[in-house]
């Protein structure tokens, strides 16, 4: 409600005294008093309606007026009933103050205009008792929809519908994903779209941006009232309670089988003890599992990122924080546990947008029992560290792709991988910066063709010549014979290491 709606209102007959340019203020509440300084009370926002019993002479009017716009409030309606008229150094401290001031008709009572300011703001508060008495999110956004008249849904950042009162089309709810990753909300969805959609967040300190949710409602800005963006602002602070509510239940999930799968993997656990706490967690342990290890960095929001990704799967799952991010187990037939990965990496690049500077690893284990838990969680944690060492910032791997040199890489100790660098390329990196050659590029593709003269010559646009002086020149400096498979073996590792991307 604005105060033009009040003044406009003819069942209240309000006196406009001051305030003509702001009586665009959205009204948050009403507050009755008679106190000279009632701040206190007041949370702002609130329109103040006050008999004046506090006023004894014209020295009180400043300080009242001071007291309320300290406060925040959005106006000053007077009742006459007491004084017979509003003293003019209450509009004058009103005036210089800028706080809308209003008289309120001796025909009208303060119950009346207080009741009437109450309504509008009903819907709110219903959203909020709602949800306080357990009330679900779509009961939440059917409400939501009925007082906004028009649907709206709630999207997670991970590429799911979280709820909603209405199918929302593919092509809308990725659009709206890109819009969210942009981070500027409240806003439209680009005009290209046949409809118009706008875009709330739901805020939530301890949730990164990238595992966020946010509104999506049906309509055109330009066309909302005061009213319908506060109903809409108001559902993105009710929804931050039912995902509050949500994170809670998905933690204590996670905290009864986190420490049993530490156990697992440092050998202090047996499979029976582990397999009781997912049973807890709703897990059944007669059906095949999956392990899903993934890290953007930091544990924490590792874990919930994770955590949404996997209710984004739809599938039956549990998420803990493990090592340095967080892993997921998920349970459910063979012919669905095989399509884990074709939906983890379209879930993963539609997250992508939002990831900022972060790099994001997923590692996937195979299809195994359950009483083969512990190998499939060590398959996930190798799978993840292989993704890391990968340059794409959203890279997901699954078991299948360890059988290559690349997983030893990535379970060497990080120390040890740059030692082993160094001692294979040093060398040749220094003599290239002081003499401004060639020769670790000349290397790279000389092994990349398999030792292959001519190729390598070609690729590189010299003579074999001087591709033979040139190899000539590293086995010199190096002290290796690149004629001996060992060595290229070496050598091949040394300059994997060397495509790592930056930490």
């Not at 209102?9 to 406009?16: R, S």
């Not at 300084?37 to 004046?52: A, F, I, N, Q």
């Not at 007291?67 to 005036?95: K, N, S």
């Not at 290559?404 to 390329?425: C, G, K, M, N």
């Amino acid at each position: 409600m604005l105060l033009g709606d009040l003044l406009s209102d003819p069942e209240l007959g309000l006196v406009l005294l001051n305030g003509a340019e702001q009586m665009d203020r959205p009204v948050r509440g009403v507050y009755i008093t008679d106190l000279l300084d009632p701040r206190r009370y007041l949370h702002g926002g609130e329109l103040v309606l006050s008999g004046l019993m506090w006023r004894n002479d014209p020295g009180d009017s400043e300080r009242f007026v001071t007291a309320l716009a300290a406060a925040g409030v959005v106006g000053l309606a007077a009742g006459t009933a007491r004084l017979g008229h509003t003293p003019p150094d209450l509009v004058e401290a009103c005036r210089r103050h800028r706080l809308p001031a209003f008289e309120v008709p001796l025909a009208v009572s303060f119950n009346t205009l207080a009741d009437r300011i109450q309504r509008r703001s009903a819907p709110r508060r219903e959203l909020v008792s709602a949800v306080a008495s357990g009330a679900d999110l779509d009961r939440v956004l059917r409400m939501a929809a009925d007082e906004l008249g028009t649907d709206c849904w709630v999207l997670s950042a991970a590429g799911w519908i979280v709820g909603g009162t209405a199918e929302l089309p593919d092509p809308i709810r990725c659009a709206a994903l890109r819009e969210f990753a942009t981070g500027r909300l409240p806003r439209a969805l680009p005009p290209e779209q046949p409809d118009a959609y706008l875009l709330w967040p739901v805020e939530a300190d301890t949730v990164p941006h990238v595992a966020g949710w946010f509104v999506l409602a049906r309509g055109d800005l330009a066309g909302w009232d005061e009213e319908k963006e506060a109903i809409a602002t108001d559902l993105g602070t009710v929804v931050a309670l039912v995902r509050a509510r949500v994170d809670e239940a998905r933690r204590i999930a996670g905290r009864s089988v986190e420490a049993a799968l530490r156990r697992l993997l440092d050998g202090t656990s047996t499979p029976a003890e582990v397999a009781a706490r997912l049973e807890t967690a709703g897990l059944p342990t007669n059906e095949p599992l999956r392990a899903v290890a993934l890290s953007i960095g930091d544990p924490a929001e590792s874990t919930t990122l994770l955590r949404e990704i996997a209710a984004a799967t739809g599938m039956a799952s549990v998420t803990a924080p493990l090592g340095d991010g967080a892993t997921a187990l998920f349970v459910d037939d063979k012919a669905h546990l095989a399509e884990l990965d074709v939906r983890l990496r379209r879930l993963v690049a539609e997250t992508e947008p939002g990831l900022g500077e972060r790099r994001l690893a997923v590692g996937v284990s195979d299809v195994s029992p359950a009483t083969a838990l512990r190998g499939a969680l060590e398959e996930a944690g190798y799978a993840r560290r292989l993704a890391q060492r990968r340059r794409g910032r959203a890279e997901v791997v699954t078991a299948t792709e360890l059988a290559s040199h690349e997983v030893l890489l990535a379970s060497t100790p990080d120390e040890l991988r740059r030692s082993y660098r160094q001692r294979l390329l040093a060398e040749l990196i220094a003599y290239d910066s002081a003499h401004n050659s060639d020769l670790v590029r000349t290397l790279r593709v000389f092994l990349d063709c398999s030792g292959s003269w001519s190729r390598c010559a070609k690729r590189l646009h010299v003579h074999v010549n001087t591709l033979r002086y040139r190899i000539g020149r590293i086995e010199e400096i190096t002290g290796r014979n690149l004629t001996e498979f060992p060595s290229r073996v070496d050598f091949y590792l040394a300059l994997e290491l060397d495509r790592e991307p930056a930490d």
